[in-house]
T-cell receptor, first 117, second 110 residues
Framework: GAVVSQHPSRVICKSGTSVKIECRSL??????MFWYRQFPKQSLMLMATSNEGSKATYEQGVEKDKFLINHASLTLSTLTVTSAHPEDSSFYICSARPPGTGLEKLFFGSGTQLSVL | KQEVTQIPAALSVPEGENLVLNCSFT??????LQWFRQDPGKGLTSLLLIQSSQREQTSGRLNASLDKSSGRSTLYIAASQPGDSATYLC?????????FGAGTQVVVTP
């Protein structure tokens, strides 16, 4: 089956630093990837839709200058949390859809737990 | 705005007992509804997908129903096993965008 790899699985950083999270589709090309965020005991919330070769589409309330998304190739999307603060501590997870599959056949990465001190 | 609610937030059952997980949504104009399983440190695994025109889907010990008129979906897991312990999420969406409930954390005790 399709595999989506996400790294790192866990990161701890100091306040003010930037953190990059990678999402790779290992055995298929993904023109579109999705980034979600989950705070403790809350729902997964869609942050943005990452489109290969074009700008990402951000959901309402998500700061595009803080959460930089780059989808430079058909197999890699990156999310950079710039100048991270403790309130950015959360679980971040990406998903992708193999071409030719059903519209809702999404595969998820294993997620990244970000802790900002 | 669509709101997705899952009750209960947590559930503990002895092995062998049937599990009933509930999901409710406020806007009946949905494209589809999915149930996922989330394990600690791992990604989400899709369990069942019900299209808006369908009433239920089955896979092995899992059965999910959908009632759009009442804004509800129920996931049944028959003869639960300790390996079924996980967090179960329901999600509504279309075109890859999903709106999730907060999940039900299930513990099946041997």
């Amino acid at each position: 089956g399709a595999v989506v790899s996400q790294h790192p699985s866990r990161v701890i950083c100091k306040s003010g630093t930037s953190v990059k999270i990678e999402c790779r589709s290992l055995d298929f090309q993904a023109t579109t990837m999705f980034w979600y965020r989950q705070f403790p005991k809350q729902s997964l919330m869609l942050m943005a839709t990452s489109n290969e070769g074009s700008k990402a589409t951000y959901e309402q309330g998500v700061e595009k200058d803080k959460f930089l998304i780059n989808h430079a190739s058909l197999t890699l999307s990156t999310l950079t949390v710039t100048s991270a603060h403790p309130e950015d501590s959360s679980f971040y997870i990406c998903s992708a859809r193999p071409p030719g599959t059903g519209l809702e056949k999404l595969f998820f990465g294993s997620g990244t737990q970000l802790s900002v001190l | 705005k669509q709101e997705v609610t899952q009750i209960p937030a947590a559930l503990s059952v002895p092995e062998g007992e049937n599990l009933v997980l509930n999901c409710s949504f406020t806007d009946s104009a949905i494209y589809n509804l999915q149930w996922f399983r989330q394990d600690p440190g791992k990604g989400l695994t899709s369990l069942l997908l019900i299209q808006s025109s369908q009433r239920e889907q089955t896979s092995g010990r899992l059965n999910a129903s959908l009632d759009k008129s009442s804004g509800r979906s129920t996931l049944y897991i028959a003869a639960s096993q300790p390996g079924d312990s996980a967090t179960y999420l329901c999600a509504i969406g279309s075109w890859g965008k999903l709106q999730f409930g907060a999940g039900t954390q299930v513990v099946v005790t041997p």
